[in-house]
């Protein structure tokens, strides 16, 4: 079968599950044929072996049972990184980019800053904030040691310099350790949401999803800890649901952070709250 004929079929077999069907197939026959979707656009007529046919064709199974793409193909793009992904942690999303470029305006470029990254998954935050900031000291922590030895790899893969360690939340780190930047992105769930039964979030480890006490949980605990481990003036900036950024600010506000503001994601969703750690 040619090229344009097998991903034509493809096309239509994952209309049903995927918003992006075209693009979902190219990937997948672009991983099993070890080139560029450019390639399809050249040759559209060759023809594929049997061998490349069986194997595209266990991927878009996968595909159609609603896995995604991130996981079939082990990788995502985010920022300006290529990163490996795996089951063990949350796939990287274009939303959380925002909350980057909120740690970014709050750093001066030339700048050298201590910077830790709570929840870290993949390393795609900190690593992020590293790339732009190669003066900075960036930490990483994740308490699955899973997630621990995939950033590392993610830190090699894009040569980046950040120090990766397992630990829930601030356990393993001595209050001596004082950070200029706090960010994360925390399980923020509610357990009930019925989201979780929905989408690429059914194939997602529930530990980086799910919180108690409606999805603050996590979050209510990193505020009242992070002045233990900010320096002064410091900042903790959080990415949170569409619906939180009340709660959120409340939180930071009751345990006497300043410069407390929200911003929003692409779709114009409260996203990103920050807080500033009160001088003496």
């Not at 096309?11 to 190219?26: C, G, I, N, P």
């Not at 795609?124 to 950033?151: C, H, M, R, Y």
Request: net charge negative.
């Amino acid at each position: 079968m040619r090229i344009d004929e097998q991903l034509k079929g493809a096309y239509e077999r994952l209309t049903f599950v995927s918003d992006t069907a075209k693009l979902d197939a190219q990937l997948l026959l672009a991983h099993v044929l070890g080139v560029t979707s450019a390639y399809f656009y050249t040759w559209p007529d060759k023809v594929l072996t049997s061998e490349q046919i069986d194997a595209f064709e266990r991927l878009l199974i996968r595909r159609e049972q609603g896995e995604p793409i991130a996981y079939i193909l082990q990788q995502q793009a985010f920022w300006t990184l290529d990163l490996e992904v795996a089951q063990c942690t949350l796939i990287p999303r274009a939303d959380t980019e925002r909350l980057v470029e909120v740690a970014l305006a709050l750093m001066l470029p030339e700048k050298a800053y201590r910077i830790l990254d709570l929840g870290t998954g993949t390393g795609a935050i900190a690593l992020a904030l590293a790339s732009e900031s190669p003066k900075s000291s960036v930490t990483g922590i994740d308490f699955n040691q899973d997630a621990v030895a995939l950033a590392k790899r993610n830190a090699l893969r894009n040569r980046l310099d950040v120090e990766f360690l397992q630990s829930s939340w601030f356990e393993q780190l001595a209050p001596c350790h004082e950070f200029n930047l706090i960010v994360s992105n925390p399980p923020y769930i509610d357990p009930n949401d019925e989201h979780l039964a929905q989408g690429d979030v059914r194939f997602e480890p529930k530990s980086a999803l799910v919180s108690a006490e409606q999805g603050l949980a996590d979050i209510l605990h990193i505020i009242a800890a992070a002045p233990n481990y900010l320096a002064e003036s410091g900042y903790l900036v959080f990415e949170h649901g569409y619906d939180q950024a009340e709660a959120v600010r409340a939180a930071f506000l009751d345990k006497g952070y300043s410069d407390v503001k929200t911003y929003q994601d692409l779709a114009g969703n409260d996203r990103v709250t920050q807080g500033r750690k009160a001088g003496n």
